[in-house]
């Protein structure tokens, strides 16, 4: 079969690969219609996660038919079904499974040992992203094998729903969801969001649907303020006003209530101080992120507001004025998305028509073109905020 | 005319400051060309470099030339590469004047610490120039209606109200505000 595969940094080439097939009797053999390229690939595209191997085949958002099923998931898919993958794979039976904390399933990861090493506990199994996450083929391929496929599904239902509507059910919309919801948005609420990529833009309407009284939308590219005008977000261009002056207007000087960070660990590098020490550790690798999104939401939030971070960090950061962040009372949350948390709820949004999420969707191409598209998805070209690809 | 590429915060538009830039380095260019074809012998003798009159003069020739090219051409960028160029030979010619016993030594110097300020100029307005695009990039894609949503943000705020958070997702108890400011009117009473 065909499959985009990790050679090294800025080295992804569709090859052929080995179909894959059923290993565990909860495994699940899926043909991809459709899959698109997150903005966390471009973090092993880049070179910035550790713990990739040549070979690996990338993708963490895909969606296709069911081809085979072990005997185990049989229970629960047959042959036919048209599923959503989540990117994390969960066993729906441990003690965080059973809370509800998906992305930090104790079961999945199989390379757990390291993780624990790296993390000090595990956290769980992610498709085609390292193997610090249990070294899983990934999803930008004709198939996949699905492993815990009982549990790691999203089933769409027969009503009409294109792939491109629901793709986005696996990954991004869920987890601006999220972003939105562990701010616990107030109708006085300002949510300020750092990064209008395709997670931002779901952010935005999150935080619209869930009814704050101001968004704020912070980024650089002007396709991308565009679209989160269209979201219904005011917008900052970091490039050409102050960030930090700006959301003083908007808030009457005493900051959003909620920010979120919707850009992770390859913060562009501008020309203020932090950014340029950052890029300097970085590249003598003595600090593993660029953490300027992180200062500048705990410089302006409001004291006892709240940080919500989607963003993926990998590893060290420096210089965090932990100082103000407790004494302004700030609090924190963050992690990777527990995706089926929240699947069941926005497909109904879905269906009912409240969002349709393929408004993201600026390219779609082939699968053999994947490779060119991660690099204008990267250096963010010809307006592109999303790419999908069609095996 | 060369314009702003992809990489930059305005992609596509003229680079108007630059393009000002190459046109007022070549207006300086016309003026130091004729300076040097009429009073090249006052020039000399002020640098204490007499006898090269004739350089001089051929020296303003090639600036004015190189000016009437910056402001007569569409792209000035290989105009100001010749300036760069143009700019080394100067400053060679004048590092003669350093040897021997040059009674006008500290001229020498102050008329080498200029060129190097100038050159410094053309090499920035050069770079700059061969950096950008000389068509002007595709139009900007227009996003303004990928909202995503049926009606307009403003009527859609609010519409997933109905979303319970689950308990552990929400704001600490101890963390919300005392009086509610939620439209319901749900939530703690401000203590007596």
Same mark, same amino acid.
């Given at each position: 079969?065909?499959?985009?595969?990790?050679?090294?940094?800025?080295?992804?080439?569709?090859?052929?690969?080995?179909?894959?097939?059923?290993?565990?009797?909860?495994?699940?053999?899926?043909?991809?219609?459709?899959?698109?390229?997150?903005?966390?690939?471009?973090?092993?595209?880049?070179?910035?996660?550790?713990?990739?191997?040549?070979?690996?085949?990338?993708?963490?958002?895909?969606?296709?038919?069911?081809?085979?099923?072990?005997?185990?998931?049989?229970?629960?898919?047959?042959?036919?079904?048209?599923?959503?993958?989540?990117?994390?794979?969960?066993?729906?039976?441990?003690?965080?499974?059973?809370?509800?904390?998906?992305?930090?399933?104790?079961?999945?990861?199989?390379?757990?040992?390291?993780?624990?090493?790296?993390?000090?506990?595990?956290?769980?199994?992610?498709?085609?992203?390292?193997?610090?996450?249990?070294?899983?083929?990934?999803?930008?391929?004709?198939?996949?094998?699905?492993?815990?496929?009982?549990?790691?599904?999203?089933?769409?239902?027969?009503?009409?729903?294109?792939?491109?509507?629901?793709?986005?059910?696996?990954?991004?919309?869920?987890?601006?969801?999220?972003?939105?919801?562990?701010?616990?948005?107030?109708?006085?609420?300002?949510?300020?969001?750092?990064?209008?990529?395709?997670?931002?833009?779901?952010?935005?309407?999150?935080?619209?649907?869930?009814?704050?009284?101001?968004?704020?939308?912070?980024?650089?590219?002007?396709?991308?303020?565009?679209?989160?005008?269209?979201?219904?977000?005011?917008?900052?261009?970091?490039?050409?006003?102050?960030?930090?002056?700006?959301?003083?207007?908007?808030?009457?000087?005493?900051?959003?209530?909620?920010?979120?960070?919707?850009?992770?660990?390859?913060?562009?590098?501008?020309?203020?101080?932090?950014?340029?020490?950052?890029?300097?550790?970085?590249?003598?690798?003595?600090?593993?992120?660029?953490?300027?999104?992180?200062?500048?939401?705990?410089?302006?939030?409001?004291?006892?507001?709240?940080?919500?971070?989607?963003?993926?960090?990998?590893?060290?950061?420096?210089?965090?004025?932990?100082?103000?962040?407790?004494?302004?009372?700030?609090?924190?949350?963050?992690?990777?998305?527990?995706?089926?948390?929240?699947?069941?709820?926005?497909?109904?949004?879905?269906?009912?028509?409240?969002?349709?999420?393929?408004?993201?969707?600026?390219?779609?191409?082939?699968?053999?073109?994947?490779?060119?598209?991660?690099?204008?998805?990267?250096?963010?070209?010809?307006?592109?905020?999303?790419?999908?690809?069609?095996? | 005319?060369?314009?702003?590429?992809?990489?930059?915060?305005?992609?596509?538009?003229?680079?108007?400051?630059?393009?000002?830039?190459? @046109?007022?380095?070549?207006?300086?260019?016309?003026?130091?060309?004729?300076?040097?074809?009429?009073?090249?012998?006052?020039?000399?003798?002020?640098?204490?470099?007499?006898?090269?009159?004739?350089?001089?003069?051929?020296?303003?020739?090639?600036?004015?030339?190189?000016?009437?090219?910056?402001?007569?051409?569409?792209?000035?960028?290989?105009?100001?590469?010749?300036?760069?160029?143009?700019?080394?030979?100067?400053?060679?010619?004048?590092?003669?004047?350093?040897?021997?016993?040059?009674?006008?030594?500290?001229?020498?110097?102050?008329?080498?610490?200029?060129?190097?300020?100038?050159?410094?100029?053309?090499?920035?307005?050069?770079?700059?120039?061969?950096?950008?695009?000389?068509?002007?990039?595709?139009?900007?894609?227009?996003?303004?209606? @990928?909202?995503?949503?049926?009606?307009?943000?403003?009527?859609?705020?609010?519409?997933?109200?109905?979303?319970?958070?689950?308990?552990?997702?929400?704001?600490?108890?101890?963390?919300?505000?005392?009086?509610?400011?939620?439209?319901?009117?749900?939530?703690?009473?401000?203590?007596?």
């Amino acid at each position: 079969m065909k499959a985009l595969v990790w050679h090294k940094p800025s080295d992804i080439r569709c090859e052929e690969v080995p179909d894959p097939k059923i290993e565990h009797p909860r495994d699940a053999i899926i043909r991809v219609t459709t899959c698109a390229i997150c903005g966390s690939d471009l973090h092993l595209y880049n070179g910035y996660m550790p713990g990739m191997v040549n070979g690996d085949v990338v993708g963490h958002e895909f969606m296709g038919e069911v081809m085979e099923v072990g005997p185990e998931a049989k229970g629960a898919l047959k042959v036919g079904d048209r599923i959503v993958v989540p990117f994390t794979i969960f066993c729906g039976e441990c003690e965080q499974c059973r809370r509800g904390n998906f992305s930090v399933c104790e079961t999945t990861n199989r390379n757990r040992e390291v993780a624990a090493k790296a993390f000090g506990r595990t956290t769980a199994g992610l498709f085609g992203y390292t193997h610090l996450t249990g070294g899983y083929q990934g999803g930008q391929a004709e198939y996949v094998r699905v492993p815990f496929a009982d549990k790691t599904h999203i089933k769409v239902p027969k009503s009409g729903l294109t792939d491109e509507q629901v793709l986005f059910l696996g990954d991004i919309f869920p987890t601006g969801w999220q972003a939105a919801v562990q701010c616990d948005i107030e109708p006085t609420d300002t949510v300020a969001i750092w990064g209008a990529g395709p997670v931002g833009q779901m952010a935005i309407r999150s935080a619209v649907l869930l009814g704050a009284k101001q968004v704020v939308a912070i980024d650089r590219v002007p396709e991308r303020l565009d679209m989160a005008r269209a979201g219904g977000a005011v917008t900052i261009n970091f490039e050409e006003e102050s960030v930090i002056e700006r959301l003083d207007d908007l808030t009457s000087g005493k900051g959003p209530e909620k920010c979120i960070d919707c850009v992770g660990l390859e913060a562009h590098i501008t020309s203020h101080v932090d950014s340029m020490y950052d890029r300097v550790k970085q590249a003598v690798m003595a600090e593993s992120d660029r953490p300027h999104v992180l200062r500048e939401m705990i410089y302006v939030c409001r004291p006892a507001g709240t940080i919500s971070v989607p963003g993926v960090y990998g590893g060290l950061v420096d210089k965090i004025p932990f100082g103000a962040s407790m004494n302004k009372g700030l609090t924190w949350r963050m992690g990777q998305t527990h995706v089926n948390r929240w699947t069941d709820d926005l497909l109904r949004r879905i269906e009912e028509g409240q969002i349709d999420p393929s408004f993201v969707i600026t390219h779609t191409q082939p699968l053999e073109r994947g490779p060119e598209m991660y690099q204008t998805f990267r250096d963010k070209q010809d307006g592109c905020i999303k790419v999908v690809l069609k095996p | 005319m060369r314009y702003e590429t992809e990489r930059t915060g305005r992609r596509g538009h003229p680079d108007s400051t630059t393009d000002a830039l190459a @046109r007022g380095l070549g207006v300086f260019s016309i003026a130091l060309g004729l300076v040097e074809v009429v009073a090249a012998r006052s020039l000399t003798r002020a640098l204490g470099m007499q006898g090269n009159e004739t350089l001089v003069r051929l020296y303003g020739l090639r600036e004015i030339a190189k000016g009437v090219g910056i402001l007569a051409s569409n792209d000035p960028m290989p105009w100001m590469w010749g300036r760069v160029a143009g700019d080394a030979l100067d400053l060679a010619t004048l590092a003669t004047g350093l040897e021997g016993d040059n009674p006008k030594r500290d001229n020498v110097m102050l008329a080498l610490a200029s060129v190097a300020g100038v050159t410094a100029l053309d090499i920035y307005c050069a770079q700059t120039l061969s950096r950008e695009s000389p068509t002007p990039l595709p139009p900007m894609r227009d996003y303004s209606d @990928r909202s995503g949503l049926p009606r307009p943000p403003k009527a859609m705020r609010g519409a997933a109200r109905d979303f319970e958070a689950p308990r552990d997702f929400r704001t600490p108890e101890a963390l919300r505000p005392w009086t509610s400011s939620r439209p319901d009117g749900a939530g703690r009473e401000q203590p007596a």
